[in-house]
């Protein structure tokens, strides 16, 4: 039998928390080298080919290198287009609404405020965050520009050099990313999830023969859980698969996300194994290891069956949790091909849309935007009232750093600072001192800019904890060096840069914080509470008789509950940037919720499954006469869902039996309502299986809230 040996970890100071915190995020992983490489490469060429030809703004050509999303080529070219079409279209805003207010000063201010409204209001409403920051970085770069007492020539030029710059780096990228297609072919997200299924079979093969796991190993799966898998349902979206393709690959991406965290939380435990267990082990690396072979071969994995009678799992309970989550991944997947009549199109299930469903309907759009152009309008009229123009940096700091709550805001603007104060100061100026008076060609200052931007790209592919800061030590150093077609002596630019950066967080500090702000704490909770009422509406699905209502109706809540899931995880970072009187408090909601979080996705994962029986959908066919004990229960798990929520909201909710004794109950009807030769057909097993593991799962939370 197993035992394990688990100790809490022990309370280390601030200095150690730092070193293994950096540790872990700046750790290699595969295919860091090459993506670094690839954003170094594509941004050196933009500013050898502005500084070559002389085109002003290439500093901003070399951040857009790096700000294009690189997770596959096709995304990368998307985000390439995105990028120059927001920016025509902004420019094009720019020249045609400024005409009308560049002779009226108050005209002309009050153009900048709604302009300043309309930026933040698009970051809140755009669907599509990379037109959201291109028309923001244009915001910043464009009002300036219009503010200075030269001919209206001057500045329509170089509002067209700026729109040429961006131009230069959207080609140059997408030709680097053109260049460097991966060297393997294989699909876009069926690869990376390869990728993941490959280190958890040899993290459980190692546990299977009864050897220690090699740290590489373990390191390499716990740095796949950290990484997460929000990057592969990016690529999802953006894959050119049928729909009802996506909506199965998307099950499958998230049952590989649990299995890879599942997996990174063993080598935390000091196990000894007895031989049977050692044989589960090894059935479950053969099982991870034939569908791994099945996706990559393009075929649909055949069910998974586990013996769970071989040896019980009270002393490794991780080890039936990856047992289940392995069999759910085959069943994600139907008979393709037969549900595409019922599938919805693009404009009933509402995706892809340039703006948010609610955009017009949710006062929280309003406020933020509202938020946002007060901080902004604030540091405009500052920087002009005591004639300090080179301070305008405290604008773009309000464009790129407003979030909606303080824990999130706060984060983004300490990594600011931070890496403003790294790439200003410490690497700009102190190259301008010290390096750039020996150089006397380009060739030398590449060298330099190689080595910034390989510093800035490794922390830029850290996670979201930390990635942040890469991108502006880059826009910092950009700044202060790369800003004119000379090598740059003077030291007023890099201090203006950084004292307007400084001037703008603490604008946002006063806006966001004191005056109009929203708790992370309270934020997590509220989402919290959003998903349970969420999953007690897909438990209650389908409502409709239309199969293509039901199916767009599910698609929209799995889209929405998946989002709220991942703002959850973001909002739990937020918090550990609050202070104040509720810390303590806060700090223990949010463990608890991170507590939860895994058991409701696997809740909402396997309620998936689950509504394709209720639906009837090829493949998942139940007998017509379960269908009021399945309602029943359903509801039931609908009621449990909206009593947590209540629970967490502060109101009385009513008490119920427990889930596990309605799923007795449905059992019992499922066998009286069936004759008795199809008590063991697969759906009819697959159906219980899953019934009775969404009952655990939601008695497990129900008894923790």
């Known amino acids: 039998m197993a035992t394990i040996a688990q100790s809490l970890p022990r309370p280390s100071s601030a200095l150690t928390w730092l070193r293994e915190f950096l540790k872990e995020e700046l750790a290699p992983y595969p295919g860091r080298a090459a993506l670094v ?40 070219l998307q985000s390439a287009a995105t990028i120059f079409l927001v ?26 405020i709604a302009t300043f409204f309309l930026a933040f209001y698009g970051v809140s409403v755009l669907t599509n965050y990379t037109a959201a920051v291109a028309f923001v970085n244009l915001t910043a770069v464009g009002i300036p520009l219009w503010d200075r007492r030269v001919p209206a020539e001057t500045s329509v030029e170089d509002t067209l050099w700026l729109c040429l710059a961006v131009l230069v780096a959207v080609v140059i990228t997408a030709g680097v990313e053109l260049a460097f297609v991966r060297l393997r072919p294989g699909d876009e997200v069926v690869l990376p999830i390869g990728d993941r299924l490959s280190a958890v079979e040899d993290l459980l093969t190692g546990y299977a023969e009864g050897r220690t796991v090699a740290p590489s190993i373990a390191q390499k799966v716990m740095r796949l859980g950290t990484l997460g898998t929000s990057s592969l349902r990016r690529a999802l979206r953006h894959a050119a698969y049928p729909p009802e393709y996506s909506l199965e690959m998307g099950g499958v991406v998230a049952l590989v996300g649990r299995l890879v965290d599942l997996a990174a939380t063993l080598p935390q435990l000091s196990i000894e194994l007895s031989d049977s267990e050692r044989r589960r082990f090894g059935n479950l690396a053969s099982a991870v290891q034939s569908i791994r072979d099945d996706l990559m071969s393009r075929r649909i994995p055949d069910p998974i069956r586990f013996d769970t009678n071989e040896g019980s799992t ?71 009232a005591i004639a300090w123009p080179g301070i305008s940096t405290a604008v773009t700091t309000c464009l790129l750093t407003a979030l909606s709550t303080i824990g999130s805001s706060r984060q983004k603007q300490l990594l600011r600072i931070t890496g403003a104060l790294v790439g200003g100061f410490l690497i700009g100026m102190g190259s301008q001192i010290l390096i750039l008076p020996h150089l006397d060609s380009i060739a030398g200052f590449v060298v330099l800019f190689v080595a910034v931007t390989t510093l800035s790209s490794w922390f830029m592919t850290s996670s979201p904890r930390l990635s942040y800061f890469g991108i502006q030590v880059a826009l910092a150093f950009y700044l202060v060096n790369v800003s004119e077609f000379k090598i740059q002596t003077s030291l007023a630019a890099a201090r203006d840069r950084v004292v307007g950066i400084l001037l703008g967080l603490f604008i946002m ?7 109009w702000g929203a708790s992370a704490a309270i934020e997590m909770r509220r989402k919290f509470i959003s998903n349970l009422r969420l999953l007690a509406q897909l438990a209650r699905e389908p409502l409709s008789q239309d199969r293509k209502t039901a199916i767009a109706r599910s698609l929209a809540l799995g889209e929405t509950i998946n989002a709220n899931l991942d703002k959850v995880r973001a909002l739990a970072d937020g918090v550990l940037f609050e202070f104040g009187p509720s810390r303590e408090h806060d700090l223990a909601l949010r463990d608890r919720i991170r507590q939860w979080q895994p058991n409701l996705r696997m809740l909402f994962i396997t309620r998936i499954v689950l509504w394709r029986y209720r639906a009837g959908l090829p493949g998942f066919e139940l007998p017509e006469a ?19 929520a209540d629970r967490m909201g502060g109101k009385a909710s009513i008490q119920l039996d427990d889930l596990t004794t309605a799923y007795t109950q449905l059992e019992q009807a499922a066998w009286r309502a069936t004759p008795k030769e199809q008590h063991s057909t697969p759906q009819m097993q697959s159906f219980l299986l899953l019934s009775r593991r969404i009952a655990d799962l939601a008695d497990r939370v129900e008894r923790d809230i």
């Not at 490489?37 to 290198?65: C, E, K, N």
């Not at 025509?88 to 005409?99: E, H, K, M, Q, T």
């Not at 379960?626 to 909206?642: S, V």
Request: aromatic residues 12%.
């Open 37 to 76: 490489g690839r954003m170094t490469l594509a941004a050196t060429l933009i500013v050898i080919v502005g500084m070559t030809f002389r085109i002003p703004y290439s500093w901003q050509g070399a951040v857009y290198a790096l700000m294009v999303s690189r997770e596959n080529t096709r995304s990368t």
């Open 87 to 112: 920016t025509g279209i902004g420019a094009a805003y720019l020249l045609a609404s400024v005409w009308f207010v560049i002779d009226i000063p108050l005209l002309h201010f009050l153009w900048v």
């Open 314 to 384: 009270p002393f490794v309970p991780l080890l039936g949790e990856m047992e289940h989550t392995v069999t759910l991944i085959p069943q994600a997947f139907a008979d393709s091909g037969s549900i595409q009549p019922y599938l919805p199109t693009t404009e009933d299930i509402g995706q892809r849309t340039p703006l948010a469903p609610d955009a017009f309907r949710n006062p929280e759009h309003l406020q933020f935007a509202l938020k946002g152009c007060l901080a902004a309008s604030a540091c405009y009229v500052i920087y002009n």
């Open 509 to 515: 500090w006063l806006v966001f914080d004191q005056l």
């Open 626 to 644: 379960i269908q009021p004990a399945q309602q029943g229960f359903d509801n039931r798990l609908a009621m449990a869902l909206d009593g947590m």
